[in-house]
């Protein structure tokens, strides 16, 4: 298949992957702000006029450093935005409207590309009390194959992403403190989930971006070193897939 010389990624930061394939412009789980409650961002606020002219926003899940209202209300309230399966009601209550849920195996088109909902396995509850949906990661398809993972722990059912074929993975690789929670990949699971998914190459994200203090003072490896982890255990787990470590607000020089 003859592949078209402009395609784009760029690792906005945490879980935000700007996509630009095929003509078509997509945002994964917009984080623009310069905190999230007390969760501050490290690194410097996007500028939204990079991203506004995208075709739709891709939402994983509903916890707040993922679905963050002040972030897509930058990109403005008609955006068009696909959400897990049980959060129409709570888009709608904020004022947006062009939603899509998406229950894993559900394929929508956008512009030139289909996107496709995948099962992830994380927590679906909006804290402190709800409302709780399905998370979802997401297959980008056009003439590249993408995987975007947002938040999930690995497991077997990964390996069904892998065909056909997958171009990029964009896997989690640590979040925004000093310790993990169940349902999240860190360097060597995320290193691991390589043996299902089978990529050319992987992209490490979900790192080094928002922290709830100052990362130079506490614990200031777990801000900088987990994408690097990821890549050493990647060689001896996956060493046939390339790992793109790429720095907040980067372009990834993927093949």
Not at 88 to 97: D, Q
């Given at each position: 298949?003859?592949?078209?010389?402009?395609?784009?990624?760029?690792?906005?930061?945490?879980?935000?992957?700007?996509?630009?394939?095929?003509?078509?412009?997509?945002?994964?789980?917009?984080?623009?702000q310069?905190?999230?409650?007390?969760?501050?961002?490290?690194?410097?606020?996007?500028?939204?006029?990079?991203?506004?002219?995208?075709?739709?926003?891709?939402?994983?899940?509903?916890?707040?450093?993922?679905?963050?209202?002040?972030?897509?209300?930058?990109?403005?309230?008609?955006?068009?935005?696909?959400?897990?399966?049980?959060?129409?009601?709570?888009?709608?209550?904020?004022g947006?409207?062009?939603?899509?849920?998406?229950?894993?195996?559900?394929?929508?088109?956008?512009?030139?590309?289909?996107?496709?909902?995948?099962?992830?396995?994380?927590?679906?509850?909006?804290?402190?009390?709800?409302?709780?949906?399905i998370?979802?990661?997401?297959?980008?398809?056009?003439?590249?194959?993408?995987?975007?993972?947002?938040?999930?722990?690995?497991?077997?059912?990964?390996?069904?992403?892998?065909?056909?074929?997958?171009?990029?993975?964009?896997?989690?690789?640590?979040?925004?403190?000093?310790?993990?929670?169940?349902?999240?990949?860190?360097?060597?699971?995320?290193?691991?989930?390589?043996?299902?998914?089978?990529?050319?190459?992987?992209?490490?994200?979900?790192?080094?971006?928002?922290?709830?203090?100052?990362?130079?003072?506490?614990?200031?490896?777990?801000f900088?070193?987990?994408?690097?982890?990821?890549?050493?255990?990647?060689?001896?787990?996956a060493?046939?897939?390339?790992?793109?470590?790429?720095?907040?607000?980067?372009?990834?020089?993927?093949?």
């Amino acid at each position: 298949m003859d592949r078209p010389a402009h395609a784009l990624l760029r690792y906005v930061g945490h879980a935000t992957i700007f996509i630009d394939m095929d003509g078509t412009q997509l945002l994964t789980d917009p984080l623009l702000q310069g905190r999230v409650g007390p969760i501050q961002r490290h690194r410097a606020k996007p500028d939204p006029a990079m991203v506004s002219a995208i075709d739709a926003v891709l939402i994983s899940h509903l916890h707040l450093d993922h679905l963050d209202f002040p972030s897509l209300e930058l990109l403005g309230r008609e955006k068009r935005i696909l959400v897990p399966e049980g959060s129409e009601r709570l888009m709608a209550k904020h004022g947006f409207h062009n939603v899509r849920e998406m229950a894993p195996g559900e394929t929508e088109a956008v512009g030139s590309i289909r996107v496709t909902a995948v099962p992830a396995l994380h927590s679906g509850l909006r804290p402190p009390l709800g409302p709780r949906a399905i998370p979802v990661g997401y297959i980008v398809e056009g003439t590249r194959r993408i995987y975007f993972a947002g938040d999930t722990g690995i497991f077997k059912a990964m390996a069904d992403f892998a065909e056909p074929h997958l171009d990029v993975a964009l896997l989690p690789v640590w979040g925004w403190g000093p310790k993990l929670s169940q349902g999240h990949l860190h360097p060597a699971s995320a290193a691991l989930a390589l043996q299902y998914l089978r990529p050319t190459a992987a992209v490490p994200i979900h790192w080094g971006t928002i922290w709830p203090i100052a990362p130079a003072l506490f614990f200031p490896s777990r801000f900088h070193d987990p994408p690097h982890e990821f890549a050493e255990h990647a060689a001896k787990f996956a060493p046939e897939v390339r790992i793109l470590v790429t720095m907040p607000g980067d372009a990834v020089a993927f093949p």
